[in-house]
């Protein structure tokens, strides 16, 4: 008996982020972790929970199809409420990197002359995740 050696390809995704660089990121790992552990210094106040929305980021190329519920749950009370940029963002605590992805976050610890981002979050996505598609653009 002959053993055929079997190969796998292993896909590391990118995350190119303007003023900070391009990482490559284990697949699986949350954005909003994948982020702050390449120096972007992404707000989490919320300790990555989907409460606060300070984790928000702008997708310029590879953004997922997916959603969690809490997330789109959290933009949609937005919407609802008056604040239309909630249609143009996602937020990195509820977001896993499995692809490519250009990013702009929108609030940077730095920028909002604040002391820390928040408590560190989870490894994996809180609240546990019920997945479907993201916000519609219309």
Not at 113 to 119: A, L, M, S, T, V
Not at 130 to 135: I, T
Request: charged share 25%; aromatic share 6%; proline share 7%.
């Amino acid at each position: 008996m002959s053993l055929i050696p079997i190969l796998r390809f292993y896909f590391v995704p990118k995350i190119t982020v303007p003023e900070f660089g391009t990482f490559e990121i284990d697949q699986g790992k949350r954005l909003v972790l994948a982020l702050e552990d390449n120096g972007v210094d992404i707000s989490h106040r919320c300790g990555g929970n989907a409460q606060c929305t300070t984790c928000r980021v702008v997708f310029t190329e590879g953004e997922p199809e997916n959603m969690t519920e809490a997330e789109k749950s959290l933009l949609q009370s937005k919407i609802e409420g008056g604040e239309e940029s909630a249609k143009l963002v996602r937020l990195s605590c509820q977001i896993i990197v499995n692809q490519d992805m250009s990013i702009e976050p929108q609030m940077l610890v730095s920028k909002m002359d604040w002391d820390e981002p928040g408590k560190r979050p989870e490894e994996k996505v809180t609240p546990p995740p019920v997945w479907g598609s993201k916000l519609s653009s219309s």
